[in-house]
């Protein structure tokens, strides 16, 4: 059994959910892992970020947003409303602020107003999941004609860097 590893990188932007097909992602390391049968794991370490699984709604609006996407966006809207202000929800509370602005991480500058993510954080346990596993079968991913895989941002508040790692095993 073989075990192939890889990461990408995905720049997400800032004032709207940032959706991103990564089909195209998937098939690159298919290809490259030359697995032939086996399983494609796809991992996020975000806890604002989802993976899922859809068809391709060929429609989008003037941001590039598939209408089923903006459709989501609508509901996830009436379920979890965008923080605007502290206070909109009860997290983020004293000590995880604290803990916030003692981090070391150029990710997260040492601002307040950077934790006021709390609907982000609603929409990705709602929506589910930060992980998904696809058949490989014969070279080919088991997804169907209109399969797609999307990596949504549900964190609004600033453009940023996100990672997304592969895992495929399986026989060449």
Known sequence: MKVYHHE???ETIVGRP???????????????????????TITTPH????????????????????????DFNNVMDKIAPSMK???????PGEKHIEFGLNLNDPNYPAEK??????DAHI????????????????SKLLIGELGR?????????RARTRTINFLVMGNE
């Open 123 to 138: 929409r990705s346990s709602i929506f589910g999941s930060n992980s998904m596993t696809l058949i490989i079968k014969d």
């Open 113 to 118: 107003w950077v934790m006021l993510n709390t």
């Open 85 to 91: 202000n502290e206070g909109d929800y009860h997290s």
């Open 149 to 157: 895989v999307y990596f949504v941002d549900w964190d609004q508040l």
């Open 18 to 40: 940032s959706y991103h097909d990564i089909l195209a992602d998937l098939t690159n390391v298919k290809d490259i892992s030359g697995i032939k049968d086996g399983i494609l």
């Open 47 to 70: 806890t604002t970020c989802s993976l899922y699984f859809e068809e391709t709604m060929h429609d989008t609006n003037f941001f590039g947003d598939e209408y089923l996407q903006v």
């Open 8 to 10: 990408i990188k995905i």
